[in-house]
């Protein structure tokens, strides 16, 4: 399969029928992509409790991050005595709170999930390398009142590098549904196709991730990436995924739906390396999450010849290879 697809049906209809959903109180589901791939993704359901992460990992490259699309929890980072030095409360996108978090580099921390369960898709570079256990109590852990820490606003943390792209400024940091709702915004002020938030830290993260506001009159130029897969998740609107062969003959069309809005259609697509795809958008408006490896470099997206001189109306044709219509 070119382009592994999940609807949000099909991932807890996967998740649900783990046994150690039962004994350990969370299950994933891995998300498969091209052999040697370093973008490593899963969804993963945690029952209602708290769970330990203990970093294993020590390499400094290792990243990761987490973006909640059911449920509450609390996330704690912990410095290595495990004393709490960050806290987050995370929540689904239909509410205000935060939804997305990247954490430290090889710190550990605690899940406390709230609500009767949790659902994230997790992503990380080169390999899940963190321990994980539950835990009857957070005292078992650490000895301190971590619900007296200040929580910060997320406002001082997103800044401006041109008119279609923000950055996270703090590392470690979250996005909240505020700053999703700030980028649409933008995009129709400004009369912008796009627009999105870079979530990663620089063009070096081994892990780039972006929020990506696209206008209907958006158009993305049939491309591939050589050497490196990707993920495209829809949070809002509704899009369609055109997939090529390397003539410019059609594959095929993948309709992507929010997550958790007609719940067995996709919202969720893995495309593997080398595949020629391009985006259409089918509503006023779509909000997506894009996941793919870094770092990044000019030559890590390919326009094929074919593609130099397809405009946003040509893609009602069936292909474009030559001399064909």
Excluded at 173 to 197: C, F, W, Y
Excluded at 215 to 235: C, G, I, R
Excluded at 267 to 281: D, M, N, P, Q, Y
Aim: charged share 25%; glycine share 4%.
């Amino acid at each position: 399969m070119l382009a592994p697809v999940f609807s949000s049906q099909s991932v807890l209809d996967e998740l649900s029928q783990q046994k150690t959903l039962y004994y350990m109180g969370m299950a994933t589901c891995p998300i498969y992509g091209s052999s040697g791939s370093k973008l490593k993704e899963r969804f993963v359901l945690f029952q209602k409790g708290i769970f330990f992460f203990e970093t294993a990992n020590s390499s400094e490259s290792y990243e990761e991050s987490f973006l909640i699309l059911e449920g509450e929890c609390e996330f704690v980072e912990l410095d290595g005595s495990n004393q709490p030095i960050n806290v987050r409360n995370l929540e689904s996108l239909e509410n205000s709170s935060n939804l997305y978090i990247s954490p430290k580099s090889n710190s550990a921390f605690l899940l406390i999930i709230k609500s009767e369960a949790v659902l994230f898709f997790h992503a990380a570079y080169s390999s899940f390398s963190s321990k994980v256990k539950r835990v009857q109590d957070v005292n078992s852990i650490i000895q301190f009142d971590f619900r007296n820490f200040l929580k910060q606003s997320l406002n001082e943390s997103i800044a401006r590098e041109s008119d279609k792209v923000f950055r996270r400024i703090n590392y470690s940091e979250v996005v909240s549904r505020n700053d999703l709702t700030r980028l649409k915004e933008h995009l129709n002020t400004g009369s912008l196709d796009r627009a999105r938030i870079c979530v990663h830290k620089d063009n070096e993260s081994l892990l780039q991730e972006m929020f990506i506001a696209f206008d209907q009159s958006n158009f993305v130029t049939p491309a591939y990436h050589p050497d490196k897969d990707e993920s495209l998740m829809v949070l809002e609107g509704s899009t369609e995924i055109v997939l090529f062969d390397e003539f410019g003959n059609e594959e095929s069309r993948v309709q992507l739906e929010p997550w958790g809005n007609l719940a067995k259609k996709p919202s969720f697509l893995r495309l593997r390396k080398g595949v020629i795809h391009t985006l259409l958008v089918r509503s006023d408006y779509a909000l997506l999450k894009e996941t793919t490896s870094g770092p990044f470099r000019g030559t890590s997206t390919v326009i094929p010849n074919w593609a130099q001189s397809v405009v946003k109306g040509d893609l009602n044709k069936v292909n474009f290879a030559e001399g064909e219509d």
